[in-house]
């Protein structure tokens, strides 16, 4: 299957491999886990919420009466969680893919969590550093990958996060584009790594558009819009598309065979349409940028990846 014929309704056969997904309980998450499981894939739900776990995987059933399917408690913003949950994940052996899509765009009033950081940038950055880190080796293992979700707010908001905890000039919209920019220069600069070290394991980035749920099929305890939300979504219908259509260039970034470390992925027409490569914003290509990141990441979590070890995990 070329790039040119790939059709994001029918995915080649997945079965026998396994992928983890972040924040796997709404949205794009959740999607993305029910397209991986249509195609035969062993999917694990992860999710901060246990009781949003069991509702996700039963609706996930549902869809899919075939699917095989787990779950596994991880909040990406305290590190306690995320080591606990590759811990149970190395001990299932090899990984195939790594989605890590767990995010906060609003926070809620804590700006500071349990391990002292900024919510925003802990959650949708710090976790999945430190998770993609412990599970270098049995992503290794699988010859697999992972994929950072970016977003297309960092082509049209030029913050470079020299300050990634935001302890000036803080705004909730701030915070959530300096993650993404940082989400997305940190998977170039792990590709880098990777590639440097022989680790044969791929570091992809992709965004979903501009996805509502507004514009999303009904799913009992998984999407349910409101009729006013609905309302406001389709009257941005020619720009916007659906969360399972922005889940479309997440799974292709994941499963594409032809899908190369460092490579950058969106939908067609920029906010909506069918997966293709893209063109990352240069700040995020910037080697720079993404060697200050690694090391900002690296003191806050505590997490040196063992490069080493994966590259003999492989052998």
């Not at 976790?127 to 880190?133: D, K, M, T």
């Not at 501009?210 to 609905?230: F, H, I, M, Q, W």
Request: proline content about 7%.
């Amino acid at each position: 299957m070329t790039r040119a014929e790939w059709n994001p309704r029918e995915l080649p056969d997945l079965t026998g491999r396994t992928f983890a997904v972040t924040g796997a309980t709404k949205g794009l998450g959740f999607f993305s886990c029910e397209q991986l499981a249509r195609a035969g894939a062993h999917v694990v739900l992860t999710g901060r919420h246990p009781n949003r776990l069991v509702t996700a995987r039963a609706a996930l059933v549902r869809r899919v009466p075939d699917a095989s399917v787990e779950t596994l408690l991880l909040d990406t913003s305290k590190l306690g969680s995320v080591r606990a949950a590759a811990a149970t994940l190395r001990a299932r052996g090899a990984l195939d893919g790594l989605l890590l899509n767990a995010g906060v765009v609003h926070p809620p009033k804590t700006r500071e969590t349990v391990d002292g950081n900024e919510l925003i940038f802990a959650t949708n950055v710090l976790g999945h550093f430190a998770l993609a880190g412990e599970l270098l080796q049995p992503l290794a293992a699988a010859r697999g990958r992972m994929v950072w979700v970016g977003s297309m707010s960092t082509s049209m908001w030029n913050y470079d996060p020299v300050d990634p905890q935001l302890t000036t000039g803080y705004t909730p919209w701030r915070a959530y584009v300096q993650s993404k920019v940082a989400t997305t220069a940190l998977a170039f600069e792990s590709d880098r790594r990777l590639r440097a070290t022989g680790v044969p394991v791929r570091s992809l980035v992709a965004h979903p558009g501009y996805s509502l749920s507004g514009r999303t099929a009904g799913v009992r305890d998984v999407n349910e819009p409101t009729r006013a939300k609905r309302f406001l979504a389709n009257l941005q219908a020619p720009l916007t598309q659906s969360k399972e259509e922005g889940a479309w260039s997440l799974v292709r970034a994941l499963v594409d065979p032809d899908a190369e470390g460092g490579s950058y992925w969106g939908p067609a027409q920029i906010t909506r349409g069918a997966p293709r490569p893209a063109t990352a914003p240069a700040l995020t290509r910037d080697p720079a940028v993404g060697e200050r990141l690694w090391a900002v990441c690296e003191e806050a979590t505590g997490v040196r990846w063992p490069f080493a070890k994966a590259a003999r995990a492989a052998r």
